[in-house]
């Protein structure tokens, strides 16, 4: 059964007078264990896919179905418990709580799925350890650099064990050879069973993934195996 | 439950970093807050002062003693109408003395001003009392030194007089009083008993500034108007008995004053019950006042405080958004913000409360008084209460955010 099941998806804004058509019905489906690439020019409707498949938004048409559950009509308290559960986030610009440490940080998505203290402090070590960043639990996130914050950020996405990983420019904010690390450590990842979905602009990146899905202006472009995959061995994935 | 605690402990962790991370500025907000709790508390304590005040010195009138006067306590009536009354004479009281059966005591009580002297020493605007023998019992006041009139010394108005404490000590400092001869006025009078110490009616008039001779003396030398404008003081078995006893008198003092079945009464029997109702409606009116108008800065120290609290949403929209993409409900977020506004009024109040007591024990030197215990509890109910309320719109705006637009914030 897949993971991620889209049915013609639209979702258009109301720009005052103006429709903007972001996606325009867009078909996918997404099994267990995938790794996959969505790319596109800029402002081809990526973000807005990943959101609603990250359940932060909702479809103005169409069905999605989230490990058989239909999500596409659910509330907004109900979404966030489904985002809580089932989804982990990766932004672009990391996005953690600069007045917050690192472990705390990590624990957030725990404390909203009523996990307990001594619990959620174990859960947030483990997943802070699996992304080697077990020696920075009590740092602030602006005494991190930019590959170790976004480190933080895999971490707290990885904590609750969600049935997805979505990231969305994951490398945008972060020089090339930083931005391959954290590659490396989707990499392991998604060795390690996790489902994991990727926007990016570039290439490159985009080369990691198994699969890859090209969007153009709200409408799936092409829907291939990546050709020449980039595999990289981090010492964590040698270690591991 | 278990849920609900663990959001509430990241709740207060939140608002603690917030507000820690913006020191100068929550301690601008909240000095809103502290002003208001300052003035409201002290204007309770000073309210409770009065009250307290009022309620000590009008004990000394006696619950149970009526105060037959030709004008009523409280007012109310036309001040024209009862000037032309007829005074009080000491025929009337004589009647009254002579035919009461309930009341259990009943005297005569006039009086004017003057000097008091004995020898170099003078003690000036002393009040003269005319009564006599009833007089200590009605008011139900002990003698610290010798002893009060005499039956005869009343009857036969002879010049002997008692002193008020205050008198006592100005003239005899390191003398004993009894036996010793003393000027009141240009008359001549030997001192036979000192009075307890009283206090004062109201915190105006002292009750130890006066002096007690017979009435009888007192009509001869010290009034033109011979045995008129006097009061008469009845003391009642009881309290239960004060209504009957005033029937009766009412009934004796017509009869004696030759009122028609018609006429109404021209004179007023007083009691304690009367102030205390006048004081508690003006009091009432001042307490009201005084605690809306200390009130309106509390209210707009809770402006101040939601004025911020819409900072501090907007500052935070983007951790707000991430909050809400980790699995934040949308309460959770209300509450975030809502312990947020709540811990900025309640350190508001405990800081108010912190200034306002030792100001309290100023006011305590003016009007005894003491900050009550429930004052401390209503402010910082008060400080609670106007931070849930003014942080609700803030906090709600947070909770209605839209995710995907919180996130995109910049
Ligand atoms: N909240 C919104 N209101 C109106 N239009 C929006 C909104 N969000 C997105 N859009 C429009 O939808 C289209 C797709 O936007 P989206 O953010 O998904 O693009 P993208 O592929 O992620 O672009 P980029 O690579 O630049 O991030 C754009 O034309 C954008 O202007
Ligand atoms: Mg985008």
Same mark, same amino acid.
């Given at each position: 059964m897949s993971v991620i099941k889209l049915s013609t998806i639209t979702k258009m804004y109301q720009m005052g007078t103006e429709e903007v058509h972001a996606l325009r019905g867009v078909s996918l489906e997404i099994g267990k264990n995938e790794y996959?690439?969505?790319?596109?020019?800029?402002?081809?409707?990526?973000?807005?896919?990943?959101?609603i498949i990250g359940c932060l938004d909702t479809p103005t048409a169409g069905l999605y179905e989230l490990n058989g559950l239909n999500v596409s009509d659910m509330n907004d308290n109900q979404l966030a418990k489904v985002r809580n559960k089932e989804i982990g986030f990766v932004f672009q610009t990391f996005n953690l709580l600069a007045r917050s440490d690192v472990l705390h940080n990590v624990e957030l998505p725990l404390i909203y799925g009523g996990i307990g203290s001594t619990e959620r402090k174990k859960m947030a070590k483990e997943a802070l350890q699996r992304v080697g960043l077990g020696d920075r639990m009590t740092h602030k996130p602006n005494e991190l650099?930019?590959?170790?914050?976004?480190?933080?950020?895999?971490?707290?996405?990885?904590?609750?064990?969600?049935?997805?990983?979505?990231?969305?420019?994951?490398?945008?904010?972060?020089?090339?050879?930083?931005?391959?690390?954290?590659?490396?450590?989707?990499?392991?990842?998604?060795?390690?069973?996790?489902?994991?979905?990727?926007?990016?602009?570039?290439?490159?990146?985009?080369?990691?993934?198994?699969?890859?899905?090209?969007?153009?202006?709200?409408?799936?472009?092409s829907d291939q195996p990546s050709k020449d995959r980039k595999v990289i061995l981090t010492p964590t994935s040698q270690t591991a | 439950m278990?849920?609900?605690?663990?959001?509430?402990?990241?709740?207060?962790?939140?608002?603690?970093?917030?507000?820690?991370?913006?020191?100068?500025?929550?301690?601008?907000?909240?000095?809103?807050?502290?002003?208001?709790?300052?003035?409201?508390?002290?204007?309770?304590?000073?309210?409770?002062?009065?009250?307290?005040?009022?309620?000590?010195?009008?004990?000394?009138?006696?619950?149970?003693?009526?105060?037959?006067?030709?004008?009523?306590?409280?007012?109310?009536?036309?001040?024209?109408?009862?000037?032309?009354?007829?005074?009080?004479?000491?025929q009337n009281a004589k009647a009254v003395a002579r035919d009461v059966t309930i009341a259990d005591k009943v005297t005569v009580v006039t009086g004017t001003q003057a000097t008091v002297k004995y020898g170099?020493?003078?003690?000036?605007?002393?009040?003269?009392?005319?009564?006599?023998?009833?007089?200590?019992?009605?008011?139900?006041?002990?003698?610290?030194?010798?002893?009060?009139?005499? &039956? =005869? %010394?009343?009857?036969?108005?002879?010049?002997?007089?008692?002193? $008020?404490?205050?008198? @006592?000590?100005? !003239? /005899?400092?390191?003398?004993?009083?009894?036996?010793?001869?003393?000027?009141?006025?240009?008359?001549?009078?030997?001192?036979?008993?000192v009075v307890e110490k009283q206090g004062s009616l109201l915190g105006v008039e002292s009750l130890d500034n006066r002096v007690y001779v017979p009435a009888l003396r007192f009509f001869g030398e010290f009034t033109n108007r011979r045995h008129s404008n006097i009061q008469i003081w009845v003391k009642a078995p009881s309290k239960t008995m004060l209504d009957d006893?005033?029937?009766?008198?009412?009934?004796?003092?017509?009869?004696?004053?030759?009122?028609?079945?018609?006429?109404?009464?021209?004179?007023?029997?007083? &009691? =304690? %019950?009367?102030?205390?109702?006048?004081?508690?409606?003006?009091? $009432?009116?001042?307490? @009201?006042?005084? !605690? /809306?108008?200390?009130?309106?800065?509390?209210?707009?120290?809770?402006?101040g405080i939601m004025n911020i609290m819409f900072v501090s949403v907007t500052e935070r929209t983007k951790e707000i958004g991430l909050r809400k993409a980790v699995g934040a409900p949308r309460r959770t977020i209300l509450m975030q913000f809502l312990i947020e506004a709540a811990a900025l009024c309640l350190m508001g109040g405990f800081i108010g409360l912190a200034i306002a007591y030792p100001l309290s024990l100023i006011i305590d030197t003016v009007l005894p008084t003491s900050m009550p215990l429930s004052v401390v509890f209503i402010a910082i109910l008060i400080s609670l209460l106007v931070g849930v309320i003014s942080g609700f719109l803030p906090a709600f705006r947070a909770s209605r955010m839209d995710p995907v637009d919180a996130l995109r914030y910049e």
């Open positions: 996959v690439a969505i790319m596109g020019p800029s402002g081809s409707g990526k973000s807005t896919l990943m959101n650099s930019g590959g170790q914050r976004q480190r933080v950020a895999v971490a707290r996405a990885l904590v609750t064990r969600p049935s997805i990983l979505l990231a969305d420019e994951p490398t945008g904010n972060l020089d090339s050879k930083t931005g391959e690390e954290i590659m490396g450590l989707f990499e392991d990842l998604h060795r390690e069973g996790n489902t994991i979905i990727l926007v990016t602009h570039e290439a490159d990146i985009a080369a990691h993934a198994h699969r890859v899905v090209r969007i153009h202006d709200g409408k799936i472009e | 278990r849920h609900y605690f663990i959001e509430f402990k990241e709740g207060l962790g939140f608002s603690f970093r917030a507000i820690r991370a913006n020191k100068m500025r929550s301690a601008l907000t909240t000095l809103g807050i502290v002003i208001g709790i300052v003035s409201v508390t002290l204007m309770g304590t000073a309210i409770e002062g009065l009250n307290g005040a009022f309620n000590a010195s009008i004990a000394k009138l006696g619950a149970d003693v009526l105060y037959v006067q030709k004008f009523p306590w409280g007012g109310g009536q036309d001040w024209w109408m009862l000037r032309n009354r007829p005074d009080l004479t000491f170099q020493k003078y003690v000036e605007g002393v009040i003269i009392i005319g009564t006599d023998n009833q007089f200590l019992e009605t008011v139900g006041s002990d003698l610290a030194l010798g002893r009060f009139l005499t &039956q =005869q %010394e009343s009857d036969g108005g002879r010049p002997v007089c008692v002193l $008020g404490s205050e008198v @006592a000590s100005s !003239l /005899f400092p390191n003398e004993n009083p009894l036996g010793k001869t003393v000027k009141l006025g240009n008359f001549t009078y030997r001192a036979i008993g006893t005033k029937e009766e008198l009412r009934g004796i003092l017509r009869k004696t004053r030759h009122l028609a079945p018609r006429d109404p009464d021209n004179f007023a029997i007083n &009691q =304690q %019950e009367i102030l205390i109702q006048t004081f508690n409606t003006i009091g $009432g009116v001042i307490a @009201a006042v005084g !605690l /809306f108008i200390t009130g309106l800065s509390l209210f707009v120290g809770g402006i």
